[in-house]
């Protein structure tokens, strides 16, 4: 009997596996553009937590910015630092609503223009002036030695700000001898519903959270700020040094985090879609890959890839299952697994050994395989790995095992 047209002569192949972010929570702290780059990582397989930072000062609104424009159309200007290209835009925009369009332009078109990166550089352009010098990096602080090489003693300089007064940009300038003239555009302040900053920060500390991403210093800064004035900083920062990645969309960004000892990784251009493929290549490559009673076994955020099944965890469960998997092989004692269980489910949180013996029991029916997690009487449990199939491993346990 011939086979149908389309199967006809082709091997079927091996099924598809799981997206690359199938397993783990990404936290999403941006404002702007927060739905772009959830649906990015959502297509991916994360699950998205999404909770604002930060809330946008609407422009046309914004005394700060309408009374530093008053100050740059007061004198000349010698320099024009445009940091960011949505910046420059609403500030020529919010310029043109208060009467003050034409004049501004006139007075930055006398002056020199350094355009920080390509976006600034198109801002620019599209408002009819022509940049004098853009770094190829995209940074501020090449930026700032350029005109420092130039000498600006005497000079007075525009620096559009992108959401925080930028100390370390101004502070040398000013130090040199110049006259700097803030914009502060687009300002962001805290959001008024703290409420999903708050539960993400919750989540993190009970290690519910895989990544957290930031597109903007001050999302960053403020999760840290929050942190503190609710009495979790000290521990935010413990747990995101040690179990999350910090994933800045540029070295701007990471800045507070960095300064607050959290280590960051971004992309090499600071893009949304670049952000999301350095989640993309970054959490997968910290998965625990094991060979566990004859199985291929990948520990991924908050399921397991389990001979390319995914099969998700609960939070309880997954605490157990991460001790023993730091320890492939070897018995964990029962009151590490209670701390374990404590240690993530909150400071007040009761645990005894019921507790690990239920949490055994769910994490069992989960993987759907009993023998991947081995009791050992009066001593503990361990996860079933291969003689080596970790690093250390020297055989099974002296007692008995279930």
């Known amino acids: 009997m011939t086979a149908p047209p389309h199967t006809a002569g082709v091997t079927p192949g091996p099924p598809p596996g799981p997206p690359p972010l199938a397993g783990y929570t990404v936290g999403v702290t941006a404002s702007r553009r927060a739905d772009e780059l959830s649906a990015l990582l959502e297509r991916r397989g994360a699950t998205v937590l999404h909770a604002p930072a930060i809330r946008i000062v609407p422009l046309a609104d914004d005394a700060e910015l309408l009374a530093a424009t008053r100050r740059v159309l007061s004198e000349p200007v010698d320099a024009v630092v445009v940091s960011t290209g949505i910046g420059f835009r609403g500030w020529a925009e919010a310029a043109e609503g208060w009467g003050m369009g034409s004049a501004l332009l006139r007075r930055l078109a006398s002056a020199d223009v350094l355009a920080r990166g ?8 599209a408002a009819g002036l022509v940049e004098t010098w853009s ?3 995209e940074s501020c602080a090449e930026v700032l030695r350029h005109l420092l090489d130039q000498g600006v003693a005497g000079r007075r300089i525009v620096v ?7 100390t370390d940009f101004v502070g040398p300038l000013r130090a040199a001898g110049a006259t700097v003239v803030e914009v502060p555009v687009y300002r962001w302040i805290a959001p008024e519903d ?9 989540a993190v500390l009970v290690g519910q959270i895989d990544a957290v991403t930031f597109t903007s210093a001050p999302a960053a800064a403020n999760l840290l700020r929050r942190a503190e004035r609710t009495g979790r900083g000290d521990r935010l920062r413990v747990a995101m040094r040690a179990n999350v990645v910090a994933a800045c969309v540029g070295a701007i960004t990471a800045e507070p985090l960095e300064r607050a000892g959290v280590p960051t990784v971004r992309p090499e251009r600071a893009r949304i879609g670049a952000l999301a493929r350095q989640v993309v290549e970054v959490l997968p490559a910290r998965a625990v890959r094991l060979r566990v009673a004859g199985r291929d076994f990948e520990l991924r955020g ?6 390319g099944e995914l099969r998700a965890v609960a939070p309880a469960p997954m605490s157990v299952l991460r001790v023993l998997a730091a320890r492939p092989g070897h018995v964990v004692p029962r009151a590490e697994l209670v701390a374990a269980l404590r240690d993530n489910s909150g ?10 013996e239920t949490a055994v029991g769910r994490l069992r029916s989960a993987l759907g395989d009993p023998r991947l997690v081995r009791t050992v009487v009066k001593r503990g449990y361990r996860l079933a790995v291969e003689t080596g199939g970790a690093r250390g491993w020297s055989g099974p346990p002296r007692g008995h095992e279930r």
């Open 118 to 125: 390509p976006k600034a550089r198109g801002a620019v352009r």
């Open 135 to 137: 770094p190829d990096s």
């Open 160 to 166: 559009q700000q992108h959401g925080e007064p930028l």
């Open 194 to 202: 703290t409420a999903p900053l708050d539960r993400l920060i919750d």
């Open 302 to 307: 908050h399921a397991v890839l389990l001979d």
């Open 347 to 356: 400071r007040d949180a009761v645990a005894d050994e019921h507790a690990v």
